[in-house]
């Protein structure tokens, strides 16, 4: 099955500068790759995803790469704020119909000011 | 739209009881997904449903039983509950798979096994 691994764990950085998460995964049929954000206390929320038949996609200050090559993933996000502190996760899902996403082990993000 | 309903909130149980979390959602989505999150773990799946009637294992389904009689819910029944069960777990649910892949995630039960 598949297996995604998320680095790094934890990520400290200024506010303003730019933290990227980078994520790879084990199965090359795999075709979808969201990414999650979760605040302390609250759940999940999907906040930008990415189809294998895309190398990039960007919405404001986040954007995500994939390289289906080297099976990898990336998150970026810029002019990073205090609000961007969270915990990150990345999922991939296979092609097979009736497949699920399987996590990442997150990545917790602080911004400080 | 509520979404997707957890309860309960929070549940202490001691070693060897058994319990059932329930999980309803009013979006008509035909996934259903049961995940644990333990510290530094990640998101863990239990056991996923594609459709009433239909339920899969996840990667971490011993100790965990589920049933999709109708498409609104998803109950996780834990059998025997051995302090390892302790953990937050999340439902989800989406769309079928071609576009609505985004999961919407209950707010979580909080259950220690003690």
């Known amino acids: 099955g598949e297996n995604v691994e998320q680095h790094p764990s934890t990520l400290s950085v200024q506010e303003g500068d730019s933290a990227v998460i980078k994520c790879t995964y084990s199965?090359?049929?795999?075709?979808?790759f969201p990414w999650y954000k979760q605040e302390l206390g609250k759940r999940p929320q999907l906040i930008i995803d990415?189809?294998?038949?895309?190398g990039e996609k960007k919405d404001q200050r986040i954007a995500v790469t994939l390289n289906k090559t080297a099976k990898h993933f990336s998150l970026h996000i810029t002019e990073t704020q205090p609000e961007d502190s969270a915990v990150y996760f990345c999922?991939?899902?296979?092609?097979?119909?009736?497949?699920?996403?399987?996590f990442g082990k997150g990545t917790t993000l602080s911004v400080s000011s | 739209n509520a979404g997707v309903t957890q309860t309960p909130k929070f549940r202490i149980l001691k070693i060897g009881q058994s319990m059932t979390l329930q999980c309803a959602q009013d979006?008509?989505?035909?996934?259903m997904y049961w995940y644990r999150q333990d510290p530094g773990m990640g998101l863990k799946l239990i056991y996923y449903?594609?459709?009433?009637?239909?339920?899969d294992k996840g990667e971490v389904p011993n100790g965990y039983n589920v049933s999709r009689s109708t498409t609104e819910d998803f109950p996780l029944r834990l059998e025997l509950a051995a302090p390892s069960q302790t953990s937050v777990y999340f439902c989800?649910?989406?769309?079928?798979?071609?576009?609505?892949?985004?999961?919407?995630f209950g707010s979580g039960t909080q259950l220690s096994v003690l």
């Open positions: 989800a649910s989406s769309y079928s798979t071609g576009g609505g892949e985004k999961l919407f």
């Open positions: 199965d090359s049929a795999s075709n979808y």
């Open positions: 990415i189809r294998s038949n895309v």
């Open positions: 999922a991939a899902r296979g092609n097979q119909a009736g497949t699920a996403l399987i």
């Open positions: 979006m008509n989505h035909n996934y």
């Open positions: 449903s594609v459709g009433a009637g239909i339920t």
